[in-house]
């Protein structure tokens, strides 16, 4: 069965990174800017399915090949949860990634991603109150807005994101798929108190492990701004 305990588990464990006193006043000062940086995104509210989903592949894709492939230094990992980073080039971004093997199956995966609700048990961080769907372009594409509260001295911040929940083929494997990123839509103005961010790429894969079939391996894999 899927527990509570071993997604926010994971998801708490992937936010387990180095950060020392300098990158912490540095993410500080930043704290009012983050709202005006834009970053590569792109106006969902009037873009068309097919340019969606064709944006979407690409960058999960490219999220997958460097989910497997990716130059990673080992984090603190605990409690099954490995733990890895890496500094994306030309920024001081870290793109963070946490492992863990899940008593669940593909499919059973697959719907509890799907169901946006599960994000409050997903990160303890979700306010869902303050969150919620903004389009449903297809059973599998949607656009979703949401909220997370963060520790003492940050201010709360939202993103809106578009959103691909799928079973691909990769590396002739099968893989779950459940990722967004960052885009912008005119239906979601700034609310009052939070700072809007921008996520590059994040969400969850995973596959069966090949000695325990009804388990798989889930990644869960965040870039934000």
Same mark, same amino acid.
């Given at each position: 069965?899927?527990?509570?305990?071993?997604?926010? @588990? @994971?998801?708490?464990?992937?936010?387990?990174?180095?950060? &020392? $006193?300098?990158?912490?006043?540095?993410?500080?000062? #930043?704290?009012?800017? #983050? *709202?005006?940086?834009?970053?590569?995104?792109?106006? *969902?509210?009037? %873009?068309?399915? &097919?340019?969606? !989903?064709?944006?979407?592949?690409?960058?999960?894709?490219?999220?997958?090949?460097?989910?497997?492939?990716?130059?990673?230094?080992?984090?603190?990992?605990?409690?099954?949860?490995?733990?890895?980073?890496?500094?994306?080039?030309?920024?001081?971004?870290?793109?963070?990634?946490?492992?863990? &093997?899940? &008593? #669940?199956?593909?499919?059973?995966?697959? #719907?509890?991603?799907?169901?946006?609700?599960?994000?409050? =048990?997903?990160?303890? !961080?979700?306010?869902?109150?303050?969150?919620?769907?903004?389009?449903?372009? %297809?059973?599998?594409?949607? =656009?979703?807005?949401?909220?997370?509260?963060?520790?003492?001295?940050?201010?709360?911040? $939202?993103?809106?994101?578009? *959103?691909?929940?799928?079973?691909?083929?990769?590396?002739?494997?099968?893989?779950?798929?459940?990722?967004?990123?960052?885009?912008?839509?005119?239906?979601?103005?700034?609310?009052?108190?939070?700072?809007?961010?921008? !996520? $590059?790429?994040?969400?969850?894969?995973?596959?069966?492990?090949?000695?325990?079939? %009804?388990?798989?391996?889930?990644?869960?894999?965040?870039?934000? $701004?």
């Amino acid at each position: 069965a899927i527990t509570a305990g071993g997604f926010c @588990c @994971c998801v708490k464990k992937c936010s387990e990174v180095p950060v &020392d $006193d300098a990158q912490a006043a540095e993410m500080a000062r #930043a704290d009012e800017a #983050a *709202a005006s940086q834009s970053g590569d995104t792109a106006a *969902a509210g009037s %873009s068309n399915l &097919d340019d969606l !989903m064709a944006v979407t592949e690409k960058q999960y894709v490219a999220c997958l090949d460097l989910a497997f492939d990716g130059p990673w230094k080992q984090g603190k990992g605990k409690e099954g949860v490995d733990t890895f980073y890496v500094k994306t080039e030309g920024t001081s971004l870290l793109t963070v990634k946490g492992e863990a &093997d899940i &008593d #669940a199956g593909m499919e059973e995966l697959a #719907a509890y991603f799907m169901d946006f609700s599960n994000m409050a =048990i997903s990160d303890t !961080m979700f306010i869902p109150e303050k969150s919620g769907e903004v389009a449903a372009l %297809s059973p599998k594409y949607h =656009i979703y807005h949401g909220s997370f509260r963060l520790p003492r001295l940050f201010s709360p911040r $939202d993103f809106v994101w578009a *959103a691909c929940d799928d079973i691909i083929t990769y590396r002739d494997k099968k893989v779950g798929v459940s990722f967004g990123w960052g885009v912008t839509d005119e239906r979601v103005p700034p609310q009052k108190k939070f700072v809007r961010a921008h !996520m $590059d790429v994040g969400g969850y894969f995973w596959y069966p492990l090949a000695s325990e079939p %009804s388990r798989c391996r889930l990644m869960y894999v965040i870039r934000v $701004d």
